[in-house]
């Protein structure tokens, strides 16, 4: 892939190399998504679920999001870094936008979770709530250790963050 990928951008496709490589790996983290057990939700959705099967979701969304911070994000910065190693600059570009389309995938359903009515009686948001604290700290600390070396690297490359 680094051949293919540098072979492209020296022959002027430069922004057809990102566009395919974007949309591989999106539709690649996508599909391990799946594989973890993470499907999209609608917020529709969410408001029709029983409370029982909205904490079995609740619980899947934080194995996921540990998942994603532990394993599958530093994959693909990795990747990322690897392919493009002669154009840092869209390796920093490629992984960014990547991250930020996951992040919007899974708060989505966080924000479908504050929206419902099931979480309206107290004892119930505290079971939501104690439920996303178990990893919170381990999953803060994972993500902020990859987002401060995503910066590191966007400013070695003379890009804002």
Same mark, same amino acid.
């Given at each position: 892939m680094t051949r293919i990928a540098t072979a492209m951008i020296s022959a002027g496709y430069?922004?057809?190399?990102? #566009?395919?490589?974007?949309? /591989?790996?999106?539709? /690649?983290?996508?599909?391990?998504l799946k594989n973890i057990g993470f499907d999209t939700i609608s917020i529709d959705d969410v408001q029709r679920m029983q409370w029982e099967l909205l904490e079995v979701e609740i619980a899947a969304w934080i194995k996921v999001?540990?998942?994603?911070?532990?394993?599958?994000?530093?994959?693909?910065?990795?990747?990322? @870094?690897?392919?493009?190693?002669e154009n840092p600059s869209n390796s920093v570009i490629l992984f960014s936008n990547l991250v930020r389309s996951v992040v919007? #995938?899974?708060?989505?359903? =966080? @924000? =479908?979770?504050?929206?419902?009515? #099931?979480?309206?009686?107290? =004892?119930?948001? =505290?079971t939501a709530v104690a439920t996303a604290e178990e990893d919170d700290e381990h999953v803060a600390a994972n993500f902020s250790s990859l987002w401060t070396l995503h910066l590191i690297s966007r400013r070695e490359h003379g890009e804002s963050a």
């Open positions: 430069g922004t057809e190399c990102c #566009q395919v490589y974007s949309i /591989a790996r999106r539709n /690649a983290f996508n599909e391990a999001i540990k998942i994603c911070t532990t394993v599958l994000l530093p994959g693909e910065r990795k990747l990322c @870094d690897t392919v493009f190693t919007i #995938q899974l708060l989505t359903f =966080a @924000d =479908a979770v504050v929206l419902t009515n #099931q979480i309206s009686s107290p =004892a119930r948001g =505290a």
